[in-house]
């Protein structure tokens, strides 16, 4: 069964940056997937903020982070990445990376059968 691992997180500074990696188990390929990355807030529900399709590698954003974050794939190293710049304290989650075989991207938690255990991210001066 797939396996997902979140890396990258941390304690930034506000105006500051991260880069989130979520690899994928040996013998899967990512780009087999739909990938999304999950964030989920202290006493919030889980929100979908990007996605990446497979096949097309069409891209989805929520407004709340569109134009500071960016979702890519390096098939080579079988690696997807959630590059965020700019960061705010409303920022301040865990981040669950999440995968399936359909070809759209769902802001359904429950499209996604696979998942990461999430990386604390915190934005705090």
């Known amino acids: 069964q797939l396996q997902l691992v979140e890396s990258g997180g941390g304690l930034v500074q506000p105006g500051g940056s991260l880069r989130l990696s979520c690899a994928a188990s040996?013998?899967?390929?990512?780009?087999?997937?739909?990938i999304a990355w999950f964030r989920q807030a202290p006493g919030k529900e889980r929100e979908r903020i990007s996605c990446i399709t497979r096949s097309l590698g069409s891209t989805k954003y929520a407004d709340s982070v569109k134009g500071r974050f960016t979702i890519s794939r390096d098939n080579a190293k079988n690696t997807v990445y959630l590059q965020m710049n700019s960061l705010k304290p409303e920022d301040t989650a865990v981040y669950y990376c999440a995968a399936d075989l359909h070809y759209y991207c769902s802001v359904y938690a429950g499209s996604f059968n696979y998942w990461g255990q999430g990386t604390q991210v915190t934005i705090s001066s």
């Open positions: 040996s013998g899967f390929t990512l780009d087999y997937y739909t």
